[in-house]
């Protein structure tokens, strides 16, 4: 395969299929649209790179975060952003905003802005943002950190803080004619003065990825832990999710955990410890490729610890590693590196993961996108021209574990690549 004729990508965090094409978010604030085939036509979809706050050269938590599709995008053109900027007073803000598609291309100046919200810090400043399918949108806030990040965690109260929307899910209807949105009338907070009517869920860390299970409507969130402990989180109206009393399982104020009013667990938390550093939350596979070994299984990863999964058993999740197989099991085609780091999950109109990676050499990142697939039951030999297909566009990552046994602890994978973008 051919590599795609485009320019450079930086730091790219989403993958989204909308029909016939790919979207590519970039954290710089760029969206471009890929055909299926990668090699017919590559287009700058959207600029928001001026508009957005982001610095390359740094370990950055600002840009353009995210990007969804309206459920009716092919009839309104609508799609909604996350992004934070700075404003002329100093401080960052989160701004969710509503756009819309003309002949391909979205025009920045015809922005609707739904939400915005100041940061206390550059950090934590979450990402998540979704379609239920109930129609409604959801945001996922981080707590934003605490001022001049002090390091503090004890002072990132607002999370717990019902009357703030940092460190909460927000659930809003973006369906309401002349207005930014409406909320619904059974969010939890709706009737009372407890709390601001928008917040779904609260008592988060940082809630950077979450997707809904298609066929169960399960909403399952990673929310990145400190110290302690990351979790994965199935999302229930009105429920708190601990911090900053709690960070996964890991009790932080001794004496209240006991009492945390509306309490709701995670299925699963792992601790922050090497090679562990941040959840980046993924999906429950409902695809085609891997329906024998993984059906049902929530697929997801850590930012430098790679790829993980877990298989629900009655009413326990039991984790599993994910891990690389020979490549003498992947295809010619799909042999190309996983990054070390781990950004994002994306999902094709297939119900086939994606993955985007990134490494550096001498100093310059590169940038992957990694699809998942399944590795030849037989030993491939690759020779002559064949071995420089491998460094294509798109990874293929291939399943073998259940190949060869039958009892087992780790899942494995074997990088391969098909329409993997492999650019600096």
């Not at 945390?260 to 299925?267: T, V």
């Amino acid at each position: 395969m051919e590599p795609v004729p485009s320019g450079d990508f930086h730091s790219p965090v989403a993958f989204i299929q909308d029909n016939d094409r790919y979207l590519v978010v970039e954290q710089s604030g760029m969206v471009h649209s890929y055909s299926l085939s990668w090699r017919n036509y590559e287009v700058l979809f959207l600029d928001m790179s001026n508009m957005v706050s982001f610095d390359p050269n740094t370990h950055d938590e600002r840009g353009l975060l995210n990007l969804v599709l309206h459920p009716d995008f092919s009839e309104n053109g609508k799609l909604y952003t996350f992004s934070v900027r700075t404003f002329s007073d100093g401080h960052d803000y989160v701004i969710v905003s509503e756009l819309h598609e003309k002949n391909g291309y979205v025009d920045t100046k015809k922005e609707k802005i739904l939400l915005t919200v100041q940061q206390s810090s550059p950090y934590r400043n979450g990402g998540a943002l979704l379609f239920g399918q109930d129609g409604y949108l959801y945001i996922g806030l981080g707590d934003g950190g605490t001022p001049s990040d002090s390091g503090n965690e004890q002072l990132a109260t607002q999370a717990q803080d019902k009357q703030c929307l940092l460190g909460k899910l927000l659930r809003v209807d973006v369906n309401i004619p002349g207005a930014s949105y409406a909320v619904p009338s059974d969010n939890p907070f709706t009737n009372n003065t407890i709390g601001r009517p928008e917040i779904f869920a609260y008592g988060f860390r940082n809630l950077f990825r979450c997707n809904i299970d298609t066929y169960g409507n399960d909403l399952f969130c990673g929310d990145n832990g400190n110290h302690h402990q990351n979790e994965i989180d199935i999302i229930r109206k009105g429920r708190n999710y601990g911090w900053n009393v709690k960070e996964g399982n890991f009790c932080l104020a001794p004496g209240l955990c006991d009492h945390i009013a509306d309490e709701e667990k995670p299925i699963f938390a792992y601790n922050n410890t090497t090679p562990y550093s941040a959840v980046i939350g993924g999906y429950v596979y409902r695809g085609k490729a891997f329906k024998t070994h993984w059906f049902g299984d929530y697929i997801f990863g850590d930012f430098s610890g790679g790829l993980l999964r877990l298989i629900r058993l009655n009413d326990r999740w039991l984790s599993q590693n994910i891990q690389l197989c020979p490549a003498t099991s992947c295809p010619c085609d799909a042999r190309a590196k996983y990054g070390q780091y781990l950004h994002s999950f994306g999902q094709d109109n297939n119900g086939e993961l994606y993955i985007i990676t990134s490494g550096f050499k001498e100093g310059i990142q590169s940038s992957t996108l990694l699809k998942l697939v399944p590795p030849s039951p037989s030993h491939i030999s690759c020779l002559g021209s064949n071995i420089d297909v491998s460094v294509t566009l798109t990874l293929y990552m291939c399943l073998c574990g259940l190949l060869l046994t039958t009892a087992w602890s780790d899942t494995y994978l074997v990088m391969t690549t098909f329409d993997a973008y492999n650019r600096v």
